[in-house]
């Protein structure tokens, strides 16, 4: 009986001693599995220190070339355009100051044509009354093309003495005492052009 017993209560023991086994693999298997997920957790972390971080002066530094570049490119285009328009500008008035009287020549050339005619004229005139009357008609010709071009005598005789118009030719003695410091005589007609004094006018003055 005894042996008996012992013999059931080994078996019992063998068949009890598998039954920890499971727990023992479950266990195992875990440990690896938290050693996995750990190891996944980590290598994101791992991955983003790795990964280059935007350093924001390269980033500024970047921006200013950029904004460099766009001011120097229309820094260029002013330029250009500058010089193409300063030499266009040279050319016309290079252009003006060769042809700049070509409106007043072409202008005047009708008053040169009567004062020939009237010199042609001369040659076999006996009448003077004529002559005079065709020099006479020449002359108001040319005073209207002055008139229309801007030109205007300086009123001399009678006035009194200015030097931003007149030009003192020489001083004599005064008529009268109304007359001092007045224009006497006129010995060359001064002229405006368009309020400017182109000619002073050349005047004797009392004194």
Do not use: W
Not at 71 to 84: G, M, T, V
Not at 107 to 116: G, Q
């Amino acid at each position: 009986m005894s042996k008996e017993k012992r013999k059931s209560a080994g078996a019992q023991a063998d068949t009890a001693q598998p039954a920890e086994n499971p727990q023992a693999g479950t266990a195992s298997q875990a440990q690896p599995q938290a050693e996995n997920q750990t190891e996944s957790q980590t290598e994101p972390s791992e991955q983003a220190q790795s990964e280059p971080q935007e350093n924001p002066l390269e980033k500024e530094l970047a921006e200013l070339k950029a904004k460099y570049q766009e001011l120097n490119d229309s820094y260029l285009r002013s330029r250009a355009e500058f010089e193409n328009y300063r030499k266009r500008t040279l050319a016309e008035k290079a252009e003006l100051i060769k042809n700049g009287g070509e409106k007043t020549l072409c202008a005047i050339l009708p008053v040169v044509d009567d004062f020939e005619r009237g010199l042609q004229a001369m040659e076999n005139a006996s009448d003077v009354a004529s002559l005079k009357e065709g020099m006479t008609l020449v002359y108001n010709k040319m005073q209207t093309f002055l008139s229309q071009s801007g030109v205007k005598a300086i009123e001399a005789v009678g006035q009194e003495f200015n030097t931003d118009e007149h030009e003192a030719i020489t001083m004599i003695p005064a008529p009268d005492e109304s007359q001092k410091g007045k224009v006497i005589d006129c010995i060359q007609k001064g002229y405006y052009l368009n309020e400017k004094v182109i000619r002073f006018a050349k005047v004797v003055v009392g004194n």
